[in-house]
């Protein structure tokens, strides 16, 4: 009982996939950089990103995977290149991080919660929607309700299509009962929202012809996790669309925002032309 105990309080304590404020600014400020901590109070809940760069330029609204949090775009927001033309934000998405950390919400609560943040950064420039993983369909959601809102998505590894989604029945053993809570930090909320998203890709399959804005999918051929299958789906499903981009990267798994950086980068570059 003792050792069930102290498994419990350390999956619940441990494994958080986060950053404090006070850690990430010494890191930013070793490199002369001075970003911002913002926490957007929504009611009961409390959302959290950090923005560098100028407010008078076109942003990069970054969306990281499940588990995940905004640390994982660190090196993007730190790129002095990209900082020349962008102001860059990454987000830590409900759930996750420091936004009601261990609360997992469904796909639509998320993009309505983020949408906050968004409108409260408009600043009449251009905005850029990226989304690794399952913050791909995110992406998609938050285009979906407000097109024009977003000049351009970019789906690194996305997790769109719901065809192609494993079955993993086994992740219900650990959203309906107690045995939920053996599982670590954030990844039991990671269990939960995938969970949730398999069924509710299905809604965002409906609606893509409301996507007319130039859309890029960046994915690894031997992506374990998620299939390169998702990018023929994106296509089928943007056929109408003139302004797709396909970037496809051999031999690539599923973690491309890290270990091929400077491909992404030179994307995001070109967003800027």
């Not at 105990?5 to 304590?13: A, K, R």
């Not at 990069?60 to 995940?68: A, E, M, N, R, T």
């Not at 609606?207 to 994915?219: A, D, E, G, K, Q």
Request: net charge neutral.
């Amino acid at each position: 009982m003792v050792l069930m105990c102290g498994w419990l309080i350390f999956c619940q304590s441990c494994m958080m996939m986060r950053m404090t404020d006070k850690q990430a600014k010494t890191e930013f400020d070793q490199r002369g950089l001075h970003p911002h901590f913002v926490y957007l109070d929504m009611g009961n809940l409390r959302l959290h990103y950090v923005k560098v760069g100028a407010d008078t330029l076109p942003t990069l609204f970054f969306i990281h995977g499940s588990p995940g949090s905004w640390k994982g775009y660190k090196q993007y927001l730190m790129d002095t290149d990209l900082l020349k033309h962008f102001r860059l934000i990454a987000i830590d998405r409900p759930g996750f991080g420091y936004s009601n950390f261990g609360h997992p919400y469904h796909l639509s609560e998320q993009a309505e919660m983020i949408y906050h943040i968004i409108k409260a950064e408009e600043n009449g420039r251009p905005f850029h929607l990226i989304g690794h993983s399952l913050g791909g369909p995110v992406v998609v959601k938050l285009a979906e309700d407000h097109p024009g809102a977003y000049a351009s998505l970019t789906l690194l590894a996305g997790s769109i299509s719901p065809f192609d989604e494993p079955t993993e029945s086994w992740r219900s053993i650990f959203v309906h009962t107690p045995l939920q809570y053996l599982l670590p930090g954030a990844f039991r909320t990671c269990n939960t929202e995938i969970w949730y998203f398999k069924k509710e890709l299905f809604g965002l399959d409906t609606s893509y012809r409301r996507l007319n804005m130039p859309v890029t999918f960046i994915h690894g051929d031997k992506d374990p996790l998620v299939t390169v299958k998702n990018v023929a789906y994106g296509q089928q499903k943007l056929s109408f669309n003139k302004h797709v981009k396909v970037i496809i990267i051999p031999g690539a798994n599923h973690f491309i925002p890290w270990e091929h950086f400077d491909i992404i980068k030179k994307h995001l570059l070109s967003l800027a032309e």
